[in-house]
């Protein structure tokens, strides 16, 4: 069974950091994508940033460019996303997710893996 295992949320002022990470179980092969989406309550969940296997092509939503960055190790599958310069409006539940096939990006509905989501809270 194939399991992926988020570790990093938490509480921390507007300005702050914080560092995801994802680790995938249970497959041994290469995930093709993987990538960080996040909901808040009542709202539809968006596409964060992902990367793509073997390769530095990193895609990013607009609210968080230049602010977050995603990193991945290919040779145990996990991934990393490291929050800097933390908003009020990034408070969400923050989720990981695979894909065993191509293409990457933010459609949801491709990545057939996900975990439970690991909650980040920024205060003003």
């Known amino acids: 069974e194939v399991q992926l295992v988020e570790s990093g949320g938490g509480s921390v002022q507007a300005g702050g950091s914080l560092r995801l990470s994802c680790v995938v179980s249970?497959?041994?092969?290469?995930?093709?994508?993987m990538g960080w989406f996040r909901q808040t309550p009542g709202s539809e969940r968006e596409g964060v940033a992902s990367i793509r296997s073997g390769s530095t092509i990193t895609y990013y939503a607009d609210s968080v460019k230049g602010r977050f960055t995603i990193s991945r190790d290919n040779t145990n599958n996990s991934v990393v996303l490291q929050l800097n310069n933390l908003k009020p409006e990034d408070t969400a539940m923050y989720y990981c997710a695979a894909s065993n096939t191509f293409p990457c990006g933010f459609n949801m509905y491709r990545f057939a893996f996900w975990g439970q989501g690991t909650q980040v809270t920024v205060s003003s």
């Open positions: 249970g497959y041994t092969s290469r995930m093709a994508c």
